[in-house]
């Protein structure tokens, strides 16, 4: 991919459009700590410009036969798994996610778009023949509208492909807005998706902050709002959106549990802890953070996480030899270096310090947080409760598996938990029992296939809508239905009178 200057670009009823209130952000590559281009922060009046595109555009996509905008999906389809690596690169230079990481991202939206595919079984609706004497009932999944969406930095093309192929599959129209922190994959993706032909309007995006989507929750022309994000915005979103009266789907922040039971298979155990608490540098809603070990193990296990941990290697997230890259932006590192300020406070033991971590040369400047390892952790304590978001774990010393399961249950947050155990009892006693919207066994902290809905409880969603699968379905349509008096036009065979057939009367009048 070129070096050349990012200008990132809003892309409204089909035209790629300057911010015409002049307002941009600087653009930078996290590993390097260098301006790479610039971002627009674009106003309320443009965001509201492009949901009137988009609602311009939903008669005609909404009436289009299902086969020939399904088309545009398999297109999508096809047009990602050409350009994988392009796009992964994208994502690698704003968000400075580890390339292998990026391709895996842009790996899984493509398996997401096969689901998409599937939109013409999911949406079909059912029929109830006879209700009452020639009438007969029907359900039909109708889209809404026009939906907008809102994506945190960490996700530019999963969050794309949770909402977007749903959305538009179903019939609707879509304003998007990518975190301004790296909008470098919906540029890309954007320009892919109108080579493949889709009508100008049908998906728009709009750059910027925070004003961009608060403009919607008053607009008549929105139907619907989705993000994902932490907590406190999905909260935000959700109090706007409920003024306005709009449909919302939150997702929210984590803090995620892996419980590691006496006969964990610790091979894999402390390899998913790595992968899990250091991949992304940590920045995932399903990092591990919270470790609860059990007395049996506890002394081996935290040797040899500490030994697999000082082997991480840190560098440029283009770099597929080393393993970590950094994290989003100086500001993400403070607030990570905070976080050791405040465990170290409260009293905790750093077993493992990553504020100074080894670097090449070229990446000095960039915003690096080496694997940091904090034992002496109990439940309470601030580093065990808040989301810190970046390579931080937290091993907790529990005396059997109901103390696991305890601070689970405690916890304000739910979206992930997973056990290392090959006791059966353990298995199922955690997957009752985890207060927690998806869970792992010997796997994790485990993101569910695109075919199954994504999503926490408690704190980690607001309301009640997730992300994939069929429940992706339920929330880009509504449920219309008909009743339907079939009336004999050669009058042949007259229709029950309403006033003498009960079950007619109770059709008309209930
Ligand atoms: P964030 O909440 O700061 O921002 C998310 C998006 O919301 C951005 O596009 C931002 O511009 C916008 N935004 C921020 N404040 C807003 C407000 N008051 N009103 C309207 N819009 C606002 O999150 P982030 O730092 O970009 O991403 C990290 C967070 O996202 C973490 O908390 C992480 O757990 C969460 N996340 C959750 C999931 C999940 O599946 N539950 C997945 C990925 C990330």
Redesign the pocket.
């Known amino acids: 991919m070129s070096t050349e200057y990012i200008k990132i670009k809003n892309h409204i009823n089909g035209a790629w459009l300057d911010e015409s209130n002049g307002q941009y952000e600087p653009l930078r590559n996290p590993s390097t700590g260098h301006v790479i281009g610039e971002v627009p922060l674009s106003s309320p009046a443009t965001s509201r410009e492009a949901t009137a595109a988009a609602a311009a555009a939903y008669p005609g996509w909404s009436a289009m036969p299902l086969p020939k905008r399904m088309d545009f999906i398999f297109k999508m389809h096809r047009a990602m798994q050409d350009n994988l690596e392009m796009l992964a690169q994208s994502i690698a230079i704003d968000q400075a996610k580890h390339i292998a990481e990026a391709r895996g991202e842009v790996g899984r939206v493509i398996e997401i778009l096969q689901m998409a595919c599937t939109i013409p079984a999911l949406i079909q609706g059912d029929t109830v023949q006879a209700i009452a004497n020639n009438i007969n009932g029907r359900l039909i999944k109708a889209p809404l509208g026009v939906f907008c969406g ?6 530019p093309a999963l969050v794309f492909g949770w909402f977007i192929p749903f959305a538009i599959g179903t019939g609707n129209t879509f304003v998007y ?5 790296s909008p470098l994959f919906m540029q890309k993706m954007m320009q892919l998706l109108c080579d493949t032909g889709l009508p100008d309007g049908v998906v728009n995006i709009v750059h910027g ?2 004003e961009v ?2 403009a919607w929750y008053e607009d008549d022309n929105v139907a619907g709002v989705c ?7 999905a909260k ?2 959700g109090e706007g959106c409920g003024r306005g009266g709009k449909k919302t789907m939150l ?4 803090k995620n549990f892996l419980a590691a039971m006496e006969d964990a298979p610790m091979d894999l155990l402390i390899e998913n802890i790595l992968m899990s608490g250091y991949g992304s540098a940590g920045q995932r ?1 399903l990092a591990v953070s919270n470790i609860a070990v059990v007395p049996e193990i506890y002394d081996d296990f935290l040797a040899r996480l500490l030994e697999a941990s000082r082997k991480i290697t840190l560098g440029d997230a283009m770099d597929p030899d080393i393993f970590m890259g950094p994290v989003i932006s100086a500001s993400a590192r403070k607030r990570i270096h905070d976080y050791i300020d405040i465990g170290l406070a409260e009293g905790a033991t750093l077993a493992l310090d990553g504020r100074n971590p080894q670097l090449p040369e070229a990446n000095r400047d960039g915003y690096f947080v080496g694997p940091t390892v904090f034992t002496d952790v109990t439940p309470c304590m601030r580093i065990a409760q808040e ?1 810190i ?1 970046g390579p931080v774990l937290n091993i907790i010393k529990v005396g059997c598996i109901d103390g696991a399961l305890r601070m689970i249950r405690n916890h304000p947050l739910g ?1 992930g938990a997973c056990i290392f155990t090959q006791n059966s009892f353990y298995t199922e006693k955690f997957i009752n029992e985890a207060d927690v919207g998806m869970v792992g066994v010997n796997v994790g902290i485990c993101a569910p296939h695109p075919y199954l809905p ?3 409880i408690k704190g ?1 969603l607001v309301g009640n809508n997730k992300v994939q699968g069929k429940d992706a379905i339920d929330f880009f349509t509504q449920s219309k239905v008909a009743t339907i008096r079939v009336v004999d036009p050669r009058g042949l065979a007259p229709a029950a009178a309403t006033t003498t057939d009960s079950s007619v009367r109770s059709c008309v009048a209930s």
């Open positions: 809102v994506a945190p930095f960490n996700f807005k990518p975190s301004t922190e902050d925070r989507v608060e993000l994902v994000g932490s907590t406190p915005t935000a979103i997702l929210g922040g984590a809603c989301e978001f979206n994504f999503g926490g980690s």
